[in-house]
């Protein structure tokens, strides 16, 4: 894909503890869109714990040139535990949708405002024989089908150059190829 000054802003929120997976997810869709000749930005927040702290990240992606890397009201929200849900579900822009693992995330939102999608991303993960942390990437699938951002050979390319555990590679597709398929 080329850039395309027609290609809409997607601002994007991926949030929950630190071992999930969060900021592998935002730095894998960065990848994606530099690949894809997009412009865009990536910013992570966490708190001092690595494993176990709360987590987010933010990422831009868009056609023209970002004004700031700050998401406030992402259209897309990708929330993988409680804390997360409690905090960032209120804020998704009219119209947006979030993205919920079902697996570990017992709440549910009710509005009008924008859809909630709750998938059982963990679960599909492990029943698929995958590590439970690739549940993150299951609903990663599932974004991209659902908001055309790239292809598929783009995210292959992208989890390979990602991605420094390469025994992680196959896996890695084939959770994107399970969220990718709901």
Not at 14 to 40: H, P, S, T, Y
Not at 139 to 159: C, M, N, Q, S
Request: charged fraction near 20%; proline fraction near 4%.
């Amino acid at each position: 894909m080329s850039n395309n000054s027609n290609f809409k802003l997607h601002e994007i929120l991926i949030a929950g503890f630190g071992g999930q997976g969060v900021l592998f997810a935002g730095k894998l869709l960065a990848n994606i869109a530099m690949i894809d000749e997009r412009e865009v930005t990536w910013m992570p927040s966490y708190g001092p714990a690595m494993r176990g702290g709360v987590c987010n990240c933010a990422v831009c992606i868009s056609g023209t040139l970002i004004g700031s890397p700050v998401v406030h009201h992402p259209d897309t929200l990708i929330c993988m535990n409680g804390p997360s849900f409690d905090k960032f579900v209120p804020n998704v822009r009219k119209g947006g949708t979030a993205y919920i693992d079902s697996s570990i995330i017992e709440s549910t939102y009710d509005t009008n405002d924008f859809n909630c999608q709750y998938i059982p991303a963990t679960t599909l993960a492990t029943d698929n024989g995958l590590k439970p942390g690739l549940g993150i990437i299951v609903i990663l699938g599932k974004v991209i089908k659902d908001t055309g951002i790239t292809d598929l050979e783009t995210v292959k390319k992208a989890i390979a150059e990602t991605t420094h555990k390469t025994d992680m590679i196959d896996a890695n597709v084939k959770a994107i190829e399970i969220g990718m398929s709901l």
